[in-house]
């Protein structure tokens, strides 16, 4: 048993914990470890003493994970007309592989990286077709899109009709391209 207790202060020092502020907050603990006469006894305390340094992990890790999520959408939003924006680029950014950069968005917003980044951009181009001097073709570019059929493609997925129907409706100017 005090194998286990010293395998998990090794864990916390491992993940960059301070294990001694786990050890210094729960001397009672120990010491009630030191005090069981029964192997059952020494389990629960062994048992209670890892939930709490559990839950210190994961109060830990939810600031590091807020803090993460924070950052990941400030950037997004802050470069979303990259036409090279991609899950691959923001991955490489914040040092972190794809694949974990995918669940973890997936995770912390609700939504996938690409439904996120498509709607910021379609809601950044609706925000500049307000203004009547901006042609489709030039907005599709200003919000991160490479070409106009791309742009009119993902904006009839999302919006249910193509920009320039859009714009005919909800904006009143006539077919504008």
């Known amino acids: 048993m005090f194998d286990m207790m010293s395998t998990a202060i090794k864990c916390l020092n491992e993940i960059n914990s301070n294990p001694l502020y786990i ?6 603990s120990i010491e009630q470890l030191v005090q069981c006469e029964t192997i059952e006894d020494l389990f629960n305390n062994i048992k209670s003493i890892y ?3 559990c839950n210190y992990v994961n109060k830990n890790k939810k600031s590091h994970n ?3 999520k924070e950052d990941v959408l400030y950037y997004i939003n802050s470069n ?4 090279n924006m991609c899950l691959n680029m923001v991955a490489d950014r914040f040092e972190l592989t794809p694949v974990y950069l995918s669940r973890f968005f ?4 609700g939504e996938n990286f690409m439904d996120y980044l498509n709607s910021l951009r379609l809601e950044k ?3 500049l077709f307000k203004d009547e001097n901006r042609r489709i ?4 570019g200003m919000v ?12 009839k997925k999302y919006k249910g009709v193509t920009p320039s129907k859009f714009i005919e409706q909800t904006i009143g100017l006539p077919g504008y391209n």
């Open 23 to 28: 050890v210094e907050n729960y001397v009672n």
């Open 51 to 53: 939930l709490k340094m």
């Open 66 to 68: 807020t803090r993460l």
């Open 80 to 83: 979303y007309h990259d036409k």
């Open 106 to 109: 997936k995770e912390q917003t």
């Open 125 to 127: 181009a609706i925000a």
């Open 137 to 140: 073709s030039e907005v599709s």
């Open 144 to 155: 991160g899109y490479a070409n106009l059929n791309s742009f009119t493609r993902l904006f």
